[in-house]
């Protein structure tokens, strides 16, 4: 039963350290190539935005108009109300 169990605790310990040594070999090589693929995806979009086909002496305008609310006389008719005295 002893012998079980430190087998149990040798193989735990081995597959930590194992595992811990592992990736400081190899988490350098994954950190730069996630660092690469995140780079090169704000590369495309950066590009996106930027690529437009606007011929010089064209006037560009970037901001959509506003809707603006037109006013209508037949919205209702005003009432004037008068208070009333409580006796």
């Known amino acids: 039963m002893i012998i079980g169990l430190l087998k149990t605790i040798l193989i735990i310990l081995l597959f930590y350290y194992g595992f811990k040594f592992l990736m400081r070999l190899f988490a350098p090589f994954l950190i730069k190539k996630v660092a690469e693929k995140m780079q090169e995806q704000a590369q495309q979009q950066y590009g996106n935005q930027q690529q437009s086909t606007v011929k010089e002496g064209e006037t560009v305008i970037d901001k959509a108009p506003r809707n ?20």
């Open 68 to 87: 603006q609310r037109q006013n209508k006389d037949d919205v209702g008719e005003y009432v004037d109300f008068e208070e009333i005295d409580k006796p």
